[in-house]
């Protein structure tokens, strides 16, 4: 899986869609059903799972200003149960969820959509992209 090569390298309610609210305010600080993970976090469990299916919540726009390497587009505006049955190989496969940081709503409302669709493992990366990137990690650009 691509999301593995960067790792390594580094350490050998409804499901209509979502208008622009979603980027305003922060998201809160938890969401039952998910765990909340920082970069570090992510990166361990990269190598204890490392089929982990990586969802990058932003909108194509956000993404063109980098990403983690291995992630799966797929903006939360897209986001239901036809579109993670897209990327996700069955409800207990773990994935994790991401956007632009703490004050992006976006992976928040990925998050809900999956645990409403009977997804059971998710991670999410609630300091997102801007996390990632403050800390040095590598990322990608389009």
Not at 48 to 69: N, S
Request: aromatic letters at 12%; proline letters at 6%.
């Amino acid at each position: 899986m691509p999301g593995v090569v960067i790792f390594a390298a580094v350490f050998s309610g409804a499901l209509s869609p979502v208008s622009a609210w979603s980027e305003e305010g922060s998201a809160p600080a938890a969401i039952e059903g998910a765990v909340l993970l920082s970069a570090e976090e992510l990166v361990a469990t990269f190598e204890h799972h490392p089929r982990l299916v990586m969802i990058d919540a932003r909108l194509t726009g956000d993404r063109r200003q980098g990403y983690i390497e291995g992630s799966v587009s797929l903006p939360n505006t897209e986001t239901d149960c036809d579109s993670l049955a897209r990327v996700l190989p069955g409800f207990d496969h773990p994935v994790v969820f991401y956007c632009n940081g703490p004050k992006c709503r976006r992976s928040y409302v990925a998050v809900k959509r999956a645990r409403r669709c009977g997804y059971t493992r998710i991670y999410w990366f609630r300091g997102g992209f801007a996390e990632w990137k403050a800390k040095g990690y590598p990322y990608l650009n389009e």
